[in-house]
C-alpha cells in the first residue's frame, strides 16, 4: 500500500514537473496549500509555506517551471544579452594581475588568464635587501625577478570539479610554510578549513567544517578558528588547532545576538578576538608568541557600545563610540585595557564618522565620511602631525589596501568613481606624495569624458536631506525623457558608495540614468542615519526611497514610465515595500535574492541569521515589534492592485536569504496583481546569496538584467 501510494505521488510530481515543461508559454501558478501558525494570539494563514520545504519534489518542480517561463518570455532578449555580455567581457583585461603585497619574505599576488572564470593565488620570493633609498628618498619594495613563481591555490581546478566555488578567508603562516584557507562549494555560507604545506604542495589532514574566520599564531603551528553553528550559522566558537592535534575549544559564545571573530594585529604580535552584535561588543586579545596563554579582556560589553582594536608597540588603539556616537580613536597600555584607562587621541568632530583604523610602525591610517563622501587621514608617529587625502572628483570612493608590510612607510590607496576605473595608489605617509601603481584599464571605445556625475539632495518626508549621486552620458536631456535606474539598499549600517561598474557602461551609453540613494539605514551620514532607518525606525528607509524617486521626477531626471528600481538582499526587502506602497512610482522592479518573506523569517530562531538580526529588524516575539514588522513585511501586504514589471532572482543555496523567499513572494503576487505587467522568477539552482561564481557568470547574470530592463523601456536594440 505504501509503495502504491509513492508511485501514485511520483506520478503527481512527474506530470506536475511535465507541465512546468510543456507550458512555458503560461505564467506558472503555484498551488495554494494553507499552513496556519499562530503568532501572539492571532492566526497567521500562509498559502505558500510549503515552499520553503526543499525535499518536497513540487518545489524543485515548480522552481523549475518558473525558469522555464523566465526562459521563454525572455527568448527575443537573448541575443541582446549575449552581446551586452560579449561587450562587457571585451572591456575587461583577459588576462591581468593584481598589486604583489609584501608579507614576510614573499610578495603575493592574484592573476588571472585569458578564458578563466577565477584568479591564480600566487607568490613570488622577496630579495634579500628589502628596501632600498632612491635619490628622492622615496622607498620602493623590491621583489626577485629571478625567483620562480608559487601558485598557491587555483580555484579554476577545483571549478572542474564543482559547479560553485568561492574562497572564503586565506591566511599564511608568518615563515610562509603553511596556507590555511577555506571553500566553499555550494553557495550557502558553508566554508570548509584546509591547511596546505607550502614546501611540499600537500593538503594537512587538519580540517573544519563551517569555518568563517582565521589566525596564525607565531609559532607557524598553531591556528586558531571560529566555527559556525550547523544550523543557524552563527559564528559561535573559537577553536586553537595545534597541526596534527585534536582542536581545543577556546571560548563558545552563547548569547544569541552575537557572534565571533578571530585575527591578528597588523604587528602580527596580537591575536584578537572579537564577540560583537549590530549594537554592542567586546574584545580579547592574546600575544600571538603565546597561543595557549590565557586571553586577556579588553573592555566588557555594554549595550550600545562598540570598539575596534589594534595595537603598536605595547599601546592599543582604539575607535570607540562611548561619548563619541560617529567613534573617536583612544589609547591605552596593553596592561590596562579596560574603557577606565582610555585616553583621547585626537579631538572629536561629531560631524565626520570613524569607519577604520590601521595602525602601522611610521603611521596610522583612519578611514572616515563626512557628508556622504569617503575620505582618509593619515598621522606620521614622529612628525606627530595629521595629514589628508583629497580628491577632486564630483563622487567617488576610496577604500584602503593597508600598507606593504607593518614596517612600510607607504600606504595603498584604492580610488574609483563612477566615471573612473579602480586606480591603485601609494602614498608617501611622510611628504604626502602620491603616484600611481596601476590603473585597472576598461579597453575598447570607453571614454570617461563623455559622462559626467552629479551629487544630488532630496528632502525626505520629515525634511532630512537625503544624499544621491547620478552618473549619465552628456547631453542626455533632463526633461523626463530619460530612462532611469534607481538603486537603493539602506541597512546595517551599508553606505551607498559611488564606485565604478564596468557592466554599467552597457547602460549609460544607451542613454540611461543611473542613480543611487543614499538612504537611513545605511551610515551615509553617520551613525544616526543609521539608527534613523532600522528597528521601529525601519519605514524612514522606504519614505526616503519613495522621496528620492519624486525628487529626480520632480527635477526632471526622469518620469514614472521610464524609472526602474533595483535592490538586492536588504534592498530587496525596500523594493518590495515601496512596490506595495506606491506601484504607480515605477515602471519596472529589479528584486536580487529579496528578503521579502521577513515576518516568517524572523519568527524562526532556527533559521541562519535570525537571531542576530533582532537588533536590526527587532525581535517579533515582542507583540508591539511584530505588528511593525508585519505592516511593512512585502509578502504579507501584497494588494489587489496593479504593480509594475518585475524581474525577481533567487539562489537555490542561499543561506542569508533562502531562495522561498522570493519563490512565496512571486508566487503569491501573480494571484494578486490586477496587471499583465510582466512579471518573471529566476532561480539559479547552483549558487547562493553571491549569485554565480566566476567573474564570466557574473558578467552574464549583470547582462541578463540589464537586457531585461532595456526591454522593459523599449529599447532592445
Known sequence: MLRALFIVFTMSVSLYANAASSNADVAPI???????????????????????????????????????????????????????????KARVKEVDMNLPQRHGQFYYYTRIEAGQQHALICRRAAKIVERVTNRDNKWENKWDDSAAEEILLDLNQLARQHRYVALGEFHVSPDGSKLAYALDFSGDLKFELFIKDLKTGRLLPDRAQRVSSMAWAADNQTLFYVQDDAVTLRSERLYRQRLGGKPVLQYRETAQEFGLYVSSSLDEKLILLDSSSYDSNEARILPSAQPEAPWQLVQARQKDQRYSVDHREGILYITTNRDALNFRIVTTSIDQPSAAYWKNFSDYDPEVLTEKLEVYRDFMAVTEKKQAVTRMRFYHFTQQRWQALDFDETAYFINGMGGDGYESPTYRVFFQSPLTPRVALEVDVLTGQRKVLKRYEVQGNYDPNQYETRRLWASAKDGAQIPLWAVYKKGVALDGSAPLLLYGYGAYGEPSEAHFDVSRINLLERGVIYVEAGIRGGNDLGEQWRADGMLMKKKNSFNDFIAASEYLIAQGWTRPDKLIIHGASAGGLLMGAVLNERPDLFHAAVLEVPFVDSLNTMMNPKLPLTTGEYLEWGNPKNKTVYDYLRSYAPYDNIQQQAYPAMLVLAGLNDSQVHYWEPAKYVAKLRVNKTDQHQLLLKTNLHAGHSGASGRYGKMQEAAFQHAWMLGQWGMAD
Open 30 to 88: 503555484a498551488p495554494r496549500l494553507a499552513s496556519k501558525k499562530t503568532y501572539h494570539g492571532q492566526t497567521y494563514v500562509d498559502h505558500y509555506h510549503w515552499l520553503s520545504n526543499k525535499q518536497d519534489p513540487r518545489v524543485m518542480a515548480y522552481l523549475q517551471q518558473e525558469n522555464a517561463y523566465t526562459e521563454k518570455q525572455m527568448a527575443a532578449l537573448q541575443p541582446l544579452a549575449a552581446r551586452l555580455f560579449e561587450t562587457t
